[in-house]
């Protein structure tokens, strides 16, 4: 069920402006990340973390789109499922793969970015889910 919208030419235009230091990753922690880290509730559940010690705006939950390095230094808009699919590399994840933005994380950031990251607000609109046409 799709009830988004995302601005793929915007998000990349985004993450291609970026510097490293503005991204929040387990190595870089910047006081004010413009790319911030995010937890998918199927991790936290799995490893028993008391999920109200986490901000909201850091968990990522069932059908919300969201980044990840998927196919390896890259960063690629996916969704979080609870069904298992195949990524084009034959990895099996919690996710489905929409699509990749930058294809090569080293060549923008000088490094390649492991993780999950939010996709920030002004590049995805929830549509309301009590609309009826």
């Known amino acids: 069920m799709k009830n988004y919208t995302i601005d ?11 510097q490293y230091t503005d991204i929040e990753t387990y190595h870089n922690e910047p006081n004010q990340p413009k790319l911030s880290m995010g937890d998918s509730i199927l991790d936290l559940e ?4 008391n999920t109200s010690l986490i901000p909201d705006e850091k968990i990522i939950n069932l059908n919300e789109p969201f980044l990840v390095d998927a196919l390896g230094n890259d960063l690629s808009v996916v969704v979080l499922t609870k069904k298992r699919y195949k ?8 996710f489905k793969y929409i699509k ?23 590049f995805i ?5 009590n609309q009826r046409g």
């Open 100 to 122: 990749t933005i930058v294809e090569d994380c080293r060549e923008i950031y000088h490094t390649p970015l492991n993780g999950y990251w939010k996709i920030p607000k002004q």
């Open 46 to 49: 799995h490893f028993g973390q």
């Open 8 to 18: 793929f030419q915007g998000l990349e235009k985004f993450l291609k402006s970026l």
């Open 125 to 129: 609109k929830y549509e309301s889910k």
């Open 87 to 94: 990524l084009p590399t034959g990895r099996v994840v919690n």
